[in-house]
């Protein structure tokens, strides 16, 4: 996000932290309120997208289903970016030590552990985390925005396959 601001785009993250405070506050991890959860985000990325803005949605959706609901509100603005990494990785890097509670069976129905992923079929981008920088990672990520998207003469971002949007 920092980096495509300082490129001169206008870009807006959603995760869990300003999502689930206000908007999804009534749901929990069930695969039905995950399932509402991801269709939420999908509609306010889709909205946010017809307003210019990139939006990176940050949240882990675990089934091809949901994703493919939010391909399908936002049309050609839609990206699918696979930030890949494995279990092992995922767990050395948990900030908030949910995959050791999970492991402890404190917190059910947690992905990977307890409950299932299935990765992207066609992502428009896979990048490899558990095999690159955090830097390279950043470079791959904003090399695809700017084959993806053009900056339009008033600073919002228009996707190229879509120069109306």
Do not use: M
């Not at 069930?30 to 939006?55: K, Q, Y």
């Not at 999970?102 to 409950?115: D, L, M, N």
């Not at 992923?117 to 955090?134: F, G, K, M, R, W």
């Not at 700017?146 to 003469?153: A, H, L, N, R, Y």
């Amino acid at each position: 996000e920092q980096e495509l601001f300082r490129r001169g785009y206008n870009v807006y993250v959603l995760d869990g932290d300003n999502i689930r405070q206000g908007l999804n506050s009534n749901l929990g991890f069930s695969p039905d309120d995950r399932t509402e959860n991801i269709r939420r985000i999908g509609e306010v990325a889709a909205l946010f997208a017809d307003a210019g803005l990139i939006t990176i949605t940050a949240f882990i959706s675990p089934y091809r289903t949901d994703r493919q609901r939010a391909r399908a509100a936002a049309g050609d603005a839609f990206h699918e970016i696979y930030v890949r990494a494995d279990l092992p990785t995922c767990e050395q890097r948990d900030p908030k030590g949910l995959y050791k509670k999970a492991r402890q069976g404190e917190i059910a129905e947690f992905t990977g552990i307890s409950a299932p992923y299935e990765p992207p079929e066609a992502p428009e981008l896979i990048v490899d985390t558990q095999n690159q920088s955090v830097e390279d990672s950043i470079a791959q990520i904003v090399e695809h925005v700017q084959k993806s998207f053009v900056i339009s003469p008033r600073g919002a971002p228009v996707s190229s396959s879509n120069h109306g949007r």
